[in-house]
């Protein structure tokens, strides 16, 4: 079965002839959707593949915070939701393979191979890593067959990708992870934070860091996983949760951070929060 929506797509696995799976699912949002609600998969760990935006899954009292290109793994039977927060904009892909080998082969492979890469999964749940340019192609191809399944060679083809999946998230999950934030990002985080008041221009975090613009908007978008105004924006709507319940007017808020009209400012907020400011504040106010 096919769950699909215009930014949203779930594929029952099983349906496929996948007894050791039970969905993949993609979304690129293009504004906030209402969050997760704590929930588990019996039986299954979930793979969760982060590819713009934000994500965030709360597990018990921890938060795991997930940007642009991180991994994320949850174990089977563990109740997990995105906490206060909504599901973000931004590009998520999920799989659920299930762990009982006698359930079935998982994508034709022997006992031995599918628990070797099901066990080294297991061994990185709930730890965030890095994913790949390559393996993001190898989603998206996953995407296409499933919404293309008419012949025994599509299937084949289905089989193969998600085995080069789990594959390819075992060798990224061995790889030596960076400590991030970097010195540089922190740097230009202070900068940012200072500037909040007013237009933060590409060009000039560019400049500010040493780099050229278009080198600066590579390397930051490798760094935080999102372009440089996407990040300044985010950082402005942080301020903007706090500044609303003490400031007077919407409008006062608005251009106390640089935005050139409450209009702007209101389609940025709901873009982020999924509220506009003032049903954010009315909110707030009745907690």
Request: with cysteine.
């Amino acid at each position: 079965m096919d769950l699909a929506s215009q930014d949203r797509r779930v594929y029952n696995l099983q349906d496929f002839g996948i007894k050791r799976a039970l969905f993949f699912g993609h979304y690129r949002y293009k504004e906030v959707k209402p969050g997760l609600s704590g929930h588990q998969h019996p039986g299954a760990l979930e793979i969760c593949f982060c590819m713009k935006g934000k994500q965030y899954y709360k597990i018990g009292d921890h938060l795991y915070e997930l940007s642009g290109n991180d991994i994320f793994v949850v174990p089977p039977d563990t109740i997990h939701s995105t906490g206060e927060f909504p599901e973000d904009k931004g590009e998520l892909f999920w799989l659920q393979i299930i762990l009982d080998s006698s359930v079935g082969k998982l994508c034709n492979m022997s006992t031995k191979q599918s628990d070797f890469l099901l066990s080294a999964l297991l061994d990185k749940s709930q730890c965030i890593f890095k994913g790949s340019f390559q393996l993001k192609l190898i989603l998206e191809k996953l995407v296409d067959y499933l919404g293309n399944v008419d012949s025994i060679l599509s299937r084949i083809m289905v089989d193969q990708l998600i085995t080069q999946i789990l594959l390819e998230t075992v060798i990224l999950s061995k790889k030596v992870q960076q400590s991030p934030p970097s010195i540089k990002l922190n740097s230009l985080d202070k900068f940012i934070q200072k500037n909040l008041f007013r237009i933060v221009y590409v060009d000039e975090m560019a400049n500010f860091m040493g780099m050229s613009t278009g080198y600066f908007k590579a390397w930051f978008k490798k760094e935080s996983g999102m372009p440089p105004k996407e990040y300044v924006n985010r950082l402005k709507i942080d301020q903007a949760k706090m500044d609303l319940l003490t400031t007077k007017t919407v409008t006062e808020v608005a251009f106390g951070l640089g935005f050139g009209s409450s209009q702007y400012f209101a389609t940025t907020f709901k873009k982020f929060t999924g509220y506009t400011p003032k049903s954010y504040r009315r909110l707030q106010r009745e907690v």
